[in-house]
């Protein structure tokens, strides 16, 4: 789908890259079931983002994801209009500017589409924008945050932030909605190496057809901000696991 090679059909990494170098290593590591990110909000502009952007989807075969950087919903316009010049594999973006993005970047990105945790199981909040998250939440029942998903052009759900196993139980309902709804899914922050299995197969389990887990800053050296490439080849270990 969309050309994002999904191992046995049903689960890519998305990783964060500091150097083209990091990130053909994290390609190598993964046998390319990986999109390495980079992040809009790491450039002063559009243009020079574009600029560095096009160099590593020349060396990775375009295995990149547009990020907003950290769910920053400042950056969602930032990231529209780069997609739409390099139109990368895959694309982060806040729930509220999804259509836009999509008519920008075309059909053939992978596009998300961010919600978050509401403490209510069986709703998100999908008032991720950057003037809809200083209001009052606006909180749907899942089912219907994966229809209004759709008709924006998205692929998956990006559900941010996770907090690891904090939000379990809204996570499971999450994932089995995603299943019974046909839709993908990418369960976002603070995901690491101690529970990124089981996350995984909550996801696995429900019957999730696609699944793109984000883990960033726990794999992260703090002293050269590459990506700890040991820990993309345990990650890729335990998909080789458990994916059925």
Known sequence: ??????????????????????????????????????????????????????????????????GLGAGNPNQWKAVAEISGQIKPKHINQTFTAGGYTRAKAGDEPFMNSMVSPCGKVGYVKISTG?????????????????????????????????????????????????????????????IDLDNFKEILSIALNAGVKKIIPHVYSSIIDKETGATRIEDIKVLYKIIQEIVQ
């Open 1 to 66: 789908m969309n050309g994002i090679n999904f191992y046995e059909g049903r689960v890519c990494l998305n990783c964060l890259t500091n150097s083209i170098e990091n990130a053909k290593a994290i390609i190598e590591a993964t046998q390319t079931h990986v999109v390495v990110g980079i992040l809009s909000s790491n450039y002063p502009d559009i243009e020079s983002a574009v600029k560095d952007m096009k160099k590593y989807q020349e060396a990775v075969d375009n295995n990149i994801s547009v």
């Open 130 to 190: 950057p003037f809809s998250k200083e209001q009052n939440p606006a909180i749907v029942p899942v089912e219907t945050a994966i229809a209004m998903a759709k008709e924006l052009g998205a692929n998956s759900l990006k559900y941010f932030p996770m907090g690891g196993l904090k939000t379990i139980e809204e996570f499971k309902a999450v994932a089995n909605a995603c299943a019974e709804n046909e839709f993908n899914l990418e369960p976002t922050g603070g």
